[in-house]
């Protein structure tokens, strides 16, 4: 297991001098062999993090879509001395103030296309967290995360996944501003949408930009749309015009009753949900993703963008399982140094099963059950190779040593 983290440390070389691998090295295995962390520094290593993670797809699902989500959480911290604290808005507490005293970072994650029982499945790995501050607004802070690992992206297709919140302004820009890059993300059920502009007519003047004139209303009404019953919902799609895009965009609109209109909620996609690049083994009959339910929706837009809450389940385990809010400096560097190096050593123990055979049981098993299966065993060869050491006897050492890589590797009862 040493041998195998050293190996996969060593893609990050290039960014250290020899003494600093040589404590990263040390930080990371001993993040991997603790149960909580309290205090690290180290800088954001984003893109050899990408770079690693693309090296793992197989040739056949490259033509496959990638998929970026942005969101971001918060962490309660106690002590107004720490840089960038405030009081933050929390839309989950259903009790008590709906406002939380501390941090809000904003996170990137990259899903990978991978081969789990002869099928495609995607794995969701974090690629950066930024600590939120008054000097840079959330929208700018993901949109420079997407624009530092959009040039390793330029082969694939990619799109990204978003709430509500990220679907506009820079986020917008940054999908505009890179061909292969689209977005399927939520808006507000009031956004402005309006129909196709019609065909040109051959007379003068400047064709309409949207379908219908000014006097009959231009806006569209969600409520007029063709809906479908899917499960619990109604659902309805059309192509249609925004002021988000200059070229038509699709729009998918869902409600859980018809007649009183009720829990809206819209999502845009930027691409023909049709040319979203997946084998037939990453889709299932329907259309849905392999880890979805295929009787619970036939939209593809929608059944993509469920992809979008394993970034939630990801802010679940780091905070609950990687003493992600368990740090104890101030400065916003190196705040962002600490969250960083957690989402290095728990992108190893998601990727671990992927590049060394003898983990493979682990595939898409919990990072903590890795994580767990990781520590125990770097314990094992750090304890056994001092004690193997302290024998001079050649005879004596090579029967120890038969016995010892039987422990570790085997688990043979000692």
Same mark, same amino acid.
């Given at each position: 297991?040493?041998?195998?983290?050293?190996?996969?440390?060593m893609q990050y070389r290039s960014v250290f001098k020899?003494?600093?691998?040589?404590?990263?090295?040390?930080?990371?295995?001993?993040?991997?062999?603790?149960?909580?962390?309290?205090?690290?520094?180290?800088e954001a290593l984003t893109t050899i993090t990408v770079?690693?993670?693309?090296?793992?797809?197989?040739?056949?699902?490259?033509?496959?879509?990638?998929?970026?989500?942005?969101d971001d959480t918060l962490q309660a911290k106690y002590?107004?001395?720490?840089?960038?604290?405030?009081?933050?808005?929390?839309?989950?507490?259903?009790?008590?103030?709906?406002?939380?005293?501390?941090?809000?970072?904003?996170?990137?994650?990259?899903?990978?296309?991978?081969?789990?029982?002869?099928?495609?499945?995607?794995?969701?790995?974090?690629?950066?967290?930024?600590?939120?501050?008054?000097?840079?607004?959330?929208?700018?802070?993901?949109?420079?995360?997407?624009?530092?690992?959009?040039?390793?992206?330029?082969?694939?297709?990619?799109?990204?996944?978003?709430?509500?919140?990220?679907?506009?302004?820079?986020?917008?820009?940054?999908?505009?501003?890179?061909?292969?890059?689209?977005?399927?993300?939520?808006?507000?059920?009031?956004?402005?949408?309006?129909?196709?502009?019609?065909?040109?007519?051959?007379?003068?003047?400047?064709?309409?930009?949207?379908?219908?004139?000014?006097?009959?209303?231009?806006?569209?009404?969600?409520?007029?749309?063709?809906?479908?019953?899917?499960?619990?919902?109604?659902?309805?799609?059309?192509?249609?015009?925004?002021?988000?895009?200059?070229?038509?965009?699709?729009?998918?609109?869902?409600?859980?009753?018809?007649?009183?209109?009720?829990?809206?909620?819209?999502?845009?996609?930027?691409?023909?949900?049709?040319?979203?690049?997946?084998?037939?083994?990453?889709?299932?009959?329907?259309?849905?993703?392999?880890?979805?339910?295929?009787?619970?929706?036939?939209?593809?837009?929608?059944?993509?963008?469920?992809?979008?809450?394993?970034?939630?389940?990801?802010?679940?385990?780091?905070?609950?399982?990687?003493?992600?809010?368990?740090?104890?400096?101030?400065?916003?560097?190196?705040?962002?140094?600490?969250?960083?190096?957690?989402?290095?050593?728990?992108?190893?123990?998601?990727? $671990?099963? /992927?590049?060394?055979?003898?983990?493979?049981?682990?595939?898409? &098993?919990?990072?903590?059950? +890795? #994580?767990?299966? *990781?520590?125990?065993?770097?314990?094992?060869? $750090?304890? /056994?190779?001092?004690?193997?050491?302290?024998?001079?006897?050649? &005879?004596?050492?090579?029967? +120890? #040593?038969?016995? *010892?890589?039987?422990?570790?590797?085997?688990?043979?009862?000692?």
């Amino acid at each position: 297991m040493k041998q195998t983290l050293h190996q996969y440390l060593m893609q990050y070389r290039s960014v250290f001098k020899k003494r600093s691998f040589d404590i990263f090295y040390w930080l990371i295995m001993g993040i991997l062999c603790t149960e909580e962390v309290r205090s690290i520094q180290i800088e954001a290593l984003t893109t050899i993090t990408v770079s690693i993670a693309l090296s793992l797809i197989p040739e056949k699902l490259r033509q496959n879509t990638l998929f970026i989500t942005i969101d971001d959480t918060l962490q309660a911290k106690y002590g107004a001395k720490f840089d960038c604290y405030a009081k933050h808005f929390d839309h989950t507490k259903k009790n008590g103030t709906k406002y939380l005293n501390g941090h809000c970072f904003v996170s990137v994650v990259l899903n990978i296309p991978l081969y789990y029982q002869d099928k495609a499945k995607y794995l969701s790995i974090p690629i950066g967290y930024r600590l939120y501050s008054k000097e840079q607004n959330k929208l700018e802070m993901a949109s420079q995360i997407i624009k530092c690992i959009m040039p390793q992206l330029e082969m694939f297709q990619v799109i990204l996944l978003c709430d509500s919140w990220y679907s506009k302004g820079s986020i917008l820009d940054t999908v505009k501003e890179f061909d292969n890059l689209k977005i399927i993300g939520a808006v507000r059920h009031d956004t402005a949408i309006y129909d196709l502009p019609p065909a040109p007519t051959g007379k003068r003047g400047r064709p309409r930009k949207r379908g219908r004139p000014k006097k009959r209303g231009r806006k569209l009404n969600t409520r007029e749309f063709s809906y479908t019953k899917i499960g619990k919902y109604y659902v309805a799609e059309k192509k249609v015009m925004a002021n988000l895009f200059e070229k038509p965009i699709y729009v998918t609109v869902t409600t859980t009753d018809i007649k009183p209109f009720s829990s809206i909620r819209v999502f845009i996609s930027s691409i023909n949900p049709d040319e979203i690049k997946t084998i037939n083994t990453a889709l299932n009959t329907k259309g849905a993703l392999n880890d979805q339910n295929e009787d619970e929706c036939t939209s593809k837009t929608l059944t993509t963008y469920r992809m979008r809450w394993n970034i939630e389940v990801m802010f679940y385990q780091h905070k609950f399982f990687w003493s992600f809010g368990n740090y104890m400096v101030r400065n916003k560097a190196a705040i962002e140094r600490y969250v960083n190096l957690l989402f290095v050593a728990y992108t190893f123990a998601c990727l $671990l099963p /992927f590049m060394d055979k003898r983990y493979e049981k682990y595939q898409f &098993k919990s990072p903590q059950l +890795i #994580k767990r299966t *990781v520590g125990v065993q770097i314990t094992k060869e $750090l304890i /056994f190779d001092s004690f193997v050491l302290s024998f001079e006897s050649a &005879k004596i050492y090579s029967t +120890i #040593k038969e016995s *010892v890589q039987g422990f570790l590797n085997k688990d043979w009862v000692a």
